[in-house]
């Protein structure tokens, strides 16, 4: 059955180095996301794609954060100049295929553990 | 907002038993889903259920919605140790085709051989 994937699977970094979070959504979906998840806390939503722009995005999603597809296959997220408060579990998601997968269920990756020191 | 609460927050039962968690959110929603995390894992979608269905089932799962209440309540039959997982709730008010899931605070259950 085809999965989201992301790499890598744990990044640890210096505060404020550029970070780069990559996924592969399932190949015939549509919409794209990133979401994050801090240590015991909930899933929160940070920025939806589609069409190779943002559709919304939430007010995580600042200035230091940026999204791409930069081919057919690839999401990333970059953060610029990580801070200490960016440390959480960063999960890629898709939906919006056809077929097996009904239009509006989102399907996300393993997620990145994001680490800043 | 159009959080998602669920309850109860942890739930501790045997194999065989079944497990029952509920979920409310505050403001209308085009659909709502059900999700699943092992221990610092990703996030496994486990049933949608749109706002004009009432209840939907898949294998052990079943789940109901009452839009006049805000609230969902998954029902695992059966459980197994292989259950035992944190359980979330996601809401969707929107009717396109993007989507900004609002998650719930997750009932995290144990289920003991």
């Known amino acids: 059955e085809p999965e989201v994937t992301q790499t890598p699977s744990h990044q640890v970094t210096q505060m404020g180095q550029e970070v780069i979070l990559r996924c592969v959504p399932i190949?015939?979906?549509?919409?794209f996301y990133w979401y994050r998840q801090i240590l015991g806390q909930k899933v929160e939503f940070l920025v939806s794609?589609?069409?190779?722009?943002?559709?919304?995005k939430s007010e995580i999603f600042d200035d230091q954060f940026s999204v791409e597809r930069p081919d057919g296959s690839n999401f990333t997220l970059k953060i610029r100049s990580t801070k200490l408060e960016d440390s959480a579990m960063y999960f890629c998601?898709?939906?919006?295929?056809?077929?097996?997968?009904?239009?509006?269920?989102?399907?996300f990756g393993p997620g990145t553990r994001l680490t800043v020191l | 907002s159009q959080q998602g609460e669920e309850d109860p927050q942890a739930l501790s039962i045997q194999e065989g038993e079944n497990a029952t968690m509920n979920c409310s959110y505050k403001?209308?929603?085009?659909?709502l889903q059900w999700y699943r995390q092992n221990s610092g894992r990703g996030l496994v979608h486990l049933i949608l259920?749109?706002?004009?269905?009432r209840e939907k089932h898949s294998g052990r799962l079943r789940v109901t919605l009452d839009t006049s209440k805000k609230s969902s309540s998954l029902l695992i039959t059966a459980s197994r140790a292989a259950d035992t997982a944190s359980y979330f709730c996601?809401?969707?008010?929107?009717?396109?085709?993007?989507?900004?899931?609002?998650f719930g605070t997750g009932t995290r259950l144990l289920v003991s051989p």
């Open positions: 190949s015939n979906h549509l919409y």
């Open positions: 403001t209308s929603i085009n659909n």
């Open positions: 998601a898709s939906s919006g295929g056809t077929g097996y997968t009904s239009y509006n269920e989102q399907f």
């Open positions: 794609f589609y069409n190779n722009e943002i559709s919304e």
């Open positions: 996601a809401t969707d008010a929107r009717n396109t085709g993007f989507q900004k899931l609002v």
């Open positions: 259920i749109r706002s004009n269905e």
